[in-house]
């Protein structure tokens, strides 16, 4: 993550700061031994570095920005940010970072999109630190960036999953709520069809004498069951507004 990349990188830098104390203190020590312990230092570390002078020119392009956006440094070396042939997703991309570029602090710029040669889009974050000097060549930034997609790929898979099985569980408890008034309808309407059959010519004695009461308990049944099929349509579209809300969100 970014913090793991920073404390990466505040070693690498400490270090290096030892290394070259201790080689200023070694008069056998030449200029060119110091160039290239800083040609490896920069070439060791995992993220993206992107030096920007003050002018809006690339000043450091390092082998894990080569690999990132499919440009080589002498691609890019020299050359204003602006026309590198990177294609930002968010037309607002530079400008964000030309604005990072001019505050007194590193800036986090997070999901940063682009699409690669082979129309892939990439995921990066992006710390932007400005450099500030006394003149337009010592000024400028250091922009460092990783590429996350992968992290990202797997972060909407995890949020799916976690929404399937809250679907999941709403549905459970919205079969336990409708399965208790089903179940009611069901006995109801085999009462109703026994009281209706019961009234048929088979049973025309027994309903001569008492003619009320299967109508009465048919109205009772059928009143019933009209409030337990109120209750599956309410669980039913509960469930319903649940699952809308999920594909919404």
């Not at 505040?10 to 030449?30: H, I, P």
């Not at 530079?94 to 001019?102: S, W």
């Not at 999109?113 to 000024?139: C, S, W």
Request: hydrophobic share 40%.
């Amino acid at each position: 993550g970014a913090v793991e990349e920073k404390k990466s990188l505040e070693d690498l830098v400490e270090k290096a700061l030892e290394t070259m104390s201790d080689n200023f203190a070694d008069s056998r020590t030449q200029p060119t031994t110091m160039a290239n312990y800083g040609v490896k230092l920069i070439a060791s570390i995992s993220s993206a570095l992107i030096g920007v002078d003050g002018r809006g020119n690339v000043s450091l392009w390092n082998n894990t920005a080569e690999t990132t956006f499919g440009l080589e440094s002498t691609e890019a070396l020299g050359r204003p940010l602006s026309r590198l042939e990177i294609r930002w997703v968010d037309p607002a991309t530079l400008d964000k970072i030309r604005a990072a570029g001019l505050v007194d602090m590193p800036t986090r710029l997070d999901d940063v999109r682009f699409y690669r040669e082979d129309a892939q889009e990439r995921i990066l974050g992006m710390t932007v630190n400005p450099i500030h000097g006394g003149t337009p060549e010592d000024k400028g930034m250091l922009i460092m960036a990783r590429d996350i997609s992968h992290m990202r790929t797997i972060e909407s898979r995890l949020c799916q999953a976690q929404k399937l099985e809250a679907t999941w569980r709403r549905a459970q408890s919205m079969a336990q709520q409708i399965d208790a008034p089903v179940r009611q309808l069901s006995e109801d309407i085999h009462r109703i069809s026994h009281l209706l059959a019961g009234a048929g010519p088979d049973g025309a004695a027994e309903a001569s004498q008492n003619e009320a009461a299967p109508l009465q308990a048919i109205a009772e049944l059928v009143g019933r069951s009209v409030g337990e099929i109120d209750k599956v349509c309410a669980a039913v579209g509960a469930l319903l507004d649940f699952e809308e809300e999920g594909s919404g969100g």
